[in-house]
């Protein structure tokens, strides 16, 4: 317990205050995933819903096989 207080007091007494950026927009600074616009659409918005309709599709698919696989079975 002794060795853990003097731990936590020697991280104490070297602790020195760190600066960060300021969180204030830089003056000028533009969004660069479009033209003045806006943020608009990065990536391919079509191809996102085609993957999460296919993900979906694939649980029920290996949930719907698991079921009928592992079905206790009437003697």
Known sequence: MGSVAVALGTWLITATVV???S???A???AD?????QGPGL???PLFALVAVVGIGLLSV???LAW???TA???A
């Open 61 to 63: 698919v290996a949930t």
């Open 23 to 25: 969180p204030s927009p």
């Open 67 to 69: 079921v009928r696989l």
């Open 32 to 36: 660069p995933r479009s033209s003045g």
């Open 72 to 74: 206790r079975r009437r």
């Open 27 to 29: 003056p000028g600074a």
């Open 42 to 44: 990065v990536g391919d």
């Open 19 to 21: 600066i960060a950026a």
